[in-house]
């Protein structure tokens, strides 16, 4: 980063605070739309906060994704990605990477897994409502729940799905060292390689074509299993809290399930998932950033949860306001390029959850109305590690 930048002077620590739960931290009052952040690693960066510029950043193509895949550069998590991962890549290959997988989120297919998602939701509750209450929601009912509907979306053998979990949570850790983080991703390799001999249908009948398809195969396997179980988890059980912590909130759907689309929607602008802002990018040129002309080489990282609470584009937006519609233009999945292409699945998912959960336990309630969760600390994400309800 260059020393030309005068709000270098003096960079406000990120993230910010050190437990990071539901609720924003208020030190995001204290940004401009644009501002100078130190992160742990001692790196600064350009942190965007602004709605209508965080959407610039996500869908310029002067700020690089693949360029910000380097040591050196700002970033929350101490990994370093294989070049060949989709998450670290720019158009044209990161395009010809997205066609591989993007079939198996299509529409047609999302919507064909709605009837046995539901039968997944409603055999959690029957499980959840056989003990005694008071119980852990995140681990009956969210963690499994996205768990095992990406596993089957990717046809994920069971005796695997436990040693993926527990990896993906090993490269997702913010303290993690390079030494641990290259031995999770090796164990990972060759776990889904072991998974292909067993099963070689949808990606994991790629394997084997040439080692550049492999590498590119195996790490977006990688992406979608991490992925796709860690997000939905994190947002389901912090969508369930945001519920029960205001009862109205959940009472309200119960009442009115017609609702539960916008309240989808209105969930995903306002419940944080990360602890900080997205991945980061690299200006590969100068660029005008609102207030602050960003320099080559710069780091900057768009907040998309903190672009959701911008009072210029949502109302009263750090209220939980289940009837904004279904049209919000919340950057909860991204923007541009990098848009999730799981998004469609997630949607399904949350939908179903609350649907199952509003219509199954319409008394579901905090076990302690005091109860804020308990929040797993030094993770990349707002990860709830316990939440107990009752129902009764």
Same mark, same amino acid.
């Given at each position: 980063?260059?020393?030309?930048n +005068?709000?270098l002077?003096?960079?406000?620590r990120?993230p910010? *605070?050190q437990?990071?739960?539901?609720d924003?931290e +208020?030190?995001?009052? &204290?940004?401009? +739309?644009?501002?100078?952040?130190e992160?742990?690693?001692g790196s600064?960066g350009w942190?965007v906060t602004d709605?209508?510029?965080?959407? #610039?950043v996500l869908?310029?193509p002067r700020?690089?994704?693949e360029r910000?895949?380097? /040591?050196?550069?700002a970033r929350?998590?101490t990994?370093?990605?294989p070049?060949?991962?989709?998450?670290?890549t720019?158009p044209?290959?990161? !395009?010809?990477?997205r066609t591989?997988?993007? /079939?198996i989120?299509a529409p047609?297919q999302v919507a064909a897994?709605? /009837?046995?998602?539901?039968s997944?939701?409603?055999?959690? =509750?029957?499980?959840?409502?056989a003990?005694?209450?008071? @119980?852990?929601i995140? !681990?009956r009912?969210?963690e499994p729940?996205?768990?095992?509907?990406?596993?089957?979306?990717f *046809?994920?053998p069971e005796?695997f799905?436990h #040693?993926v979990?527990v990896?993906?949570d090993?490269?997702?850790?913010?303290d993690?060292?390079?030494e641990?983080?290259?031995?999770?991703r090796a164990?990972?390799?060759?776990?889904?390689?072991?998974? @292909?001999a067993?099963n070689?249908?949808v990606?994991f009948g790629r394997l %084997?074509?040439?080692?550049?398809s492999?590498?590119?195969?195996l790490n977006?396997?990688?992406?979608?299993?991490?992925g $796709?179980?860690g997000?939905?988890?994190?947002?389901?059980s912090? @969508?369930?809290?945001a519920?029960l912590?205001?009862? &109205?909130?959940?009472?309200?759907?119960?009442?009115?399930?017609?609702l539960i689309?916008?309240?989808?929607?209105?969930?995903?602008r306002?419940?944080?998932?990360g602890?900080?802002?997205g991945?980061t990018?690299v200006? !590969?040129?100068?660029?005008?950033l609102?207030p602050v002309?960003?320099?080559? %080489?710069?780091a900057?990282i768009?907040?998309?949860?903190?672009? $959701?609470?911008? /009072?210029?584009v949502?109302?009263?937006?750090d209220?939980?306001?289940?009837d &904004?519609?279904?049209r919000?233009?919340?950057?909860a999945f %991204?923007h *541009?390029?990098?848009y999730?292409? %799981?998004? *469609?699945?997630? &949607?399904?998912?949350?939908?179903?959850?609350?649907e199952t959960?509003t219509?199954r336990?319409p008394?579901?309630?905090?076990?302690?109305p005091?109860?804020?969760?308990t929040?797993?600390?030094g993770? =990349?994400?707002?990860s709830l590690e316990r939440?107990d309800?009752a129902w009764t």
């Open positions: 980063m260059t020393p030309e +005068p709000m002077s003096c960079p406000l990120y910010f *605070g437990r990071h739960t539901l924003l +208020p030190d995001y009052r &204290r940004c401009g +739309p644009v501002t100078a952040v992160l742990p690693s600064t942190l709605h209508a510029l965080v959407r #610039q869908a310029d700020f690089s994704r910000a895949n380097q /040591p050196h550069v929350l998590s990994e370093v990605l070049s060949a991962a989709i998450l670290a720019d044209p290959r990161h !395009t010809g990477l591989l997988i993007a /079939p989120f047609r897994m709605e /009837p046995a998602v539901t997944l939701a409603h055999r959690l =509750v029957d499980e959840l409502v003990d005694e209450e008071p @119980a852990d995140v !681990t009912f969210t729940f996205a768990a095992e509907v990406v596993c089957e979306i *046809g994920v005796h799905r #040693q979990f990896l993906g090993a490269l997702t850790a913010r993690a060292t390079l641990s983080l290259a031995v999770a164990e990972c390799e060759s776990l889904a390689r072991a998974m @292909a067993e070689p249908t990606l %084997g074509a040439s080692a550049e492999d590498e590119e195969v977006l396997i990688i992406a979608c299993l991490i $796709g179980r997000s939905p988890t994190v947002f389901l912090s @969508a369930v809290f519920l912590r205001e009862p &109205r909130h959940f009472r309200h759907l119960v009442k009115r399930a017609e689309p916008a309240a989808v929607e209105e969930l995903l306002f419940v944080p998932v602890v900080g802002g991945f990018r200006a !590969t040129q100068d660029v005008q609102g002309l960003v320099r080559v %080489g710069d900057i768009p907040a998309m949860h903190a672009a $959701g609470r911008d /009072p210029r949502f109302d009263d937006p209220s939980l306001v289940l &904004r519609g279904t919000l233009p919340h950057l %991204g *541009g390029t990098h999730c292409v %799981g998004a *469609g699945l997630a &949607r399904l998912e949350a939908r179903i959850a609350l959960l219509t336990l008394g579901l309630r905090l076990a302690d005091a109860d804020n969760g929040w797993r600390t993770r =990349v994400v707002r939440l309800v």
